[in-house]
């Protein structure tokens, strides 16, 4: 076995190895998901943490009192998820989304009239399902789950199941995988 | 030596053990600050990849165009940052907080007229110094380094020194070591 030989078998086996990490990690975080967020019957929980943890994708202001979205949006998801995102184009199964929607704040500030987020209100979580996992669960579909949480009491998605509830807002969407992925900065790189 | 005493000999251990890595991990963040964001003439760069890995704190909109802060502002620091933050009520030394000034785009959206982050115009830098680093340096002092990037090129601080670029604006936050935390929901929890 000559010199060459072994940097050759060398860069293989790290080739293969990297390959195998990524693959590892998607892997986890999708075992992850459905082993903590979603249970065995498809009932999806709010993830703790995620805003010390989890990646900030974008932030959203509906200023007007009467609008139906009013608030400040801000959208989070896993590490392992943006960086996938950012190689591929797609949410990995496994991905989930939480869009927070907070009280608007508002006061004059040294760098002019400025408005920020308050309490949250309301939680809105898609979890990526590239298996079809919950077929009929009224909660899951067009690839997805979706769930919608209150203050009042965070444990118990309160959606009505993702046709009457989500894709109403979400239709424009629809060719970015019903993600509003042009206000996502950092998925933007 | 009896089974109790073991016991606690191991609960003793681990107590150690467990404060000995929460320092441990201060240190950590103190000597990559100043080893990768900070040269040793006290020289700020604006660091990379906080997006995908930092943890968010908080967003603000400004929204009139007249005004001196004009844009959105997204707020970030390192994880190890915001823990320590949220255990002790102080920024460790070593922690980064970045602000993204961004343009403002809008739109009519399901949820109601919205408005969302676009380019990055401005980035503001504050890195904290409990230790008095670069006494006669223009761009440190009040216990901390302040730096200021544009979109033009985001290599070099043109912040003419903090009294004369930052203090003005952030006057009002003296009080809570010079930082707007009350727009920061991650460190309210």
Redesign the interface.
Do not use: I
């Given at each position: 076995m000559n010199r060459n030989y072994k940097i050759f078998s060398a860069m293989l086996i790290s080739l293969a190895l990297s390959g195998h990490s990524n693959m590892a990690l998607s892997q986890e975080m999708s075992n992850k998901t459905y082993g903590t967020i979603v249970d065995s019957e498809g009932n999806i929980r709010l993830p703790d943490n995620y805003?010390?943890?989890w990646?900030?994708l974008?932030?959203?202001?509906?200023?007007?009192p009467?609008?139906?979205?009013?608030g400040?949006h801000?959208v989070?998801t896993q590490?392992d998820a943006?960086?996938t995102y950012?190689e591929t184009g797609e949410f990995p199964d496994g991905s989930v989304l939480i869009k927070e929607v907070?009280a608007v704040?508002s006061g004059a500030?040294?760098?002019?009239?400025?408005?920020?987020?308050?309490?949250?209100n309301i939680w809105f979580v898609m979890v990526k399902d590239q298996q079809a996992r919950f077929k009929g669960n009224a909660h899951w579909g067009e690839g997805w789950g979706w769930a919608l949480f209150k203050a009042e009491n965070p444990s118990a998605n309160v959606s009505q199941g993702y046709a009457e509830t989500c894709l109403?807002?979400?239709?424009?969407a629809k060719n970015t995988d019903w993600v509003?992925t042009?206000?996502y900065?950092?998925l933007q790189?």
């Open positions: 805003q010390q943890t990646t900030h974008g932030s959203w202001l509906v200023g007007d009467q609008a139906p979205g009013h400040f801000d989070y590490k943006a960086k950012l907070r704040e500030k040294t760098t002019g009239q400025a408005k920020w987020a308050g309490n949250t109403g807002c979400h239709a424009p509003f042009e206000g900065p950092t790189h």
